[in-house]
């Protein structure tokens, strides 16, 4: 399991409390500091059934900037969006889960956390 995540984000803290406190094997990926690439972001939004515009901080300064919220949503746009996800990692949601199983999922929530921990076989370490 791998965990992107920022950890100044009270979201993400939490995640890896619960992780922790449940023992589980995982890793941790400050994107920030190491950013996806448009290749890991399709991947990802593969793995979570979501499009782009669905794991993009709108509300972010940088976002408004950029006028993302004024893009398409639609097939047409979907690079547009993951590439501007790769260049300005900071509008990605937080955090994301890989779960050993294939899926993944943003984990905002206790539940969503959880969730993931049963998509890696309850997460404990052997």
Request: proline share 6%.
């Amino acid at each position: 399991m791998e965990i992107w995540l920022n950890p100044a984000c009270s979201k993400c803290r939490a995640a890896v409390e619960i992780l922790d406190a449940e023992g589980a094997d995982y890793t941790v990926r400050r994107y920030l500091e190491e950013p996806p690439t448009a290749g890991e972001l399709r991947a990802v939004l593969d793995r979570l059934g979501l499009e782009p515009w669905d794991i993009t901080r709108t509300q972010e300064v940088e976002a408004k900037e950029l006028g993302v919220g004024a893009w398409e949503r639609t097939d047409a746009e979907r690079d547009r969006w993951i590439e501007a996800l790769a260049a300005h990692p900071g509008l990605i949601q937080r955090p994301i889960i890989t779960a050993d199983d294939g899926s993944a999922l943003v984990g905002r929530s206790e539940d969503a956390v959880r969730d993931a921990l049963t998509r890696t076989g309850g997460g404990r370490t052997p």
